[in-house]
């Protein structure tokens, strides 16, 4: 008796919630594209910037995009020291770009101590930004650190003393040189920059994972070679340059964002953590960086 009740009941919940549906439309905005300008100058080196349009996640992106509808190859752009030197980058073909293409400098030269304005005009508008250059710091001492005696994929790991009258900025990053993989760029650490706040004047050992490179070109991979791409640890053979940079406070707040971005910003279902730019101007995104920076030299041997 209690199954003739039971079913008919179900049949009425049933049709009560398919009932209770309703079709909800969402409206979605359209896509709108932003300045892109990434741009730094390193200790001893010449300025280089990259100009681009940012594009939809959703967008395919191929060689054909990339050239025509996100690289900007005309824009206008300036760099200025503190002391006065001035000069206009030249749009050029470069290894050390992520796209093989940036402005480029020769003879404004980063020097500790100056700051440095960048100008970037495109389609009659003006996009300006400063950064200044701290002193370099050195490892007190960096390592290739084993879990225990039967760990054959080390981490890297430092000693670091930090100076107890400032307030200091540090980004760390790495370039693997091995057997199968060969690091074009410098892949940032996890975090990507941290401050003295919890260890001011003292001396740490903190691990450096090599973390966060860029997945631009990971459609043409394969398998073994993501494997190796994204690995944190190291292999025997390997070559490992750790590079330790001081930063500004201003750089410091954008790559400290760019830690929970790069984390999971292959991610378009997650919520966007919003990145500081320090450029002044109108639907802009980037940052302008001063580094500078040592590097410290690892190997692994076979």
């Not at 980058?89 to 960048?118: C, R």
């Not at 707040?253 to 971005?261: G, H, N, P, V």
Request: charged content about 20%; aromatic content about 12%; some cysteine.
């Amino acid at each position: 008796m209690m199954q003739k009740i039971l079913y008919p009941l179900l049949l009425v919940f049933v049709m009560l919630f398919a009932s209770c549906q309703k079709e909800i439309e969402v409206d979605i905005p359209a896509y709108e594209s932003k300045i892109v300008i990434e741009g730094s100058i390193e200790a001893g080196e010449p300025a280089m910037v990259m100009v681009s349009r940012s594009i939809s996640y959703f967008a395919n992106i191929d060689i054909q995009t990339l050239m025509n509808d996100v690289l900007i190859n005309d824009a206008i752009v300036t760099v200025k020291s503190s002391t006065g030197e001035v000069e206009q980058l030249t749009p050029t073909l470069t290894p050390e770009s992520p796209v093989y293409f940036a402005y480029v400098g020769q003879n404004v030269i980063g020097t500790p101590g100056k700051t440095y304005t960048l100008t970037v005009q495109y389609e009659g508008k003006e996009y300006i930004a400063q950064t200044s250059i701290c002193e370099p710091v050195r490892l007190d001492s960096a390592w290739l650190h084993f879990f225990d005696e039967n760990d054959t994929t080390p981490t890297s790991r430092i000693l670091l003393t930090d100076n107890a009258s400032s307030h200091d900025y540090y980004m760390f990053r790495i370039k693997v040189h091995g057997k199968k993989l060969h690091d074009r760029l410098w892949v940032t650490s996890m975090p990507v920059a941290f401050d003295d706040a919890t260890f001011n004047g003292q001396t740490v050992n903190y691990e450096i994972l090599r973390a966060n490179p860029s997945a631009l070109f990971m459609a043409e991979m394969s398998d073994e070679e993501k494997e190796e791409y994204y690995r944190i640890t190291y292999r025997k053979g390997d070559t490992v340059y750790l590079k330790t940079s001081m930063i500004d406070y201003d750089a410091f707040q954008y790559w400290k964002a760019m830690t929970y971005s790069l984390a999971v910003g292959q991610n378009p279902f997650m919520s966007p953590a919003p990145v500081p730019c320090n450029f002044s101007g109108e639907n802009v995104i980037g940052n302008w960086c001063g580094f500078a920076s040592t590097i410290d030299t690892l190997y692994y041997p076979e």
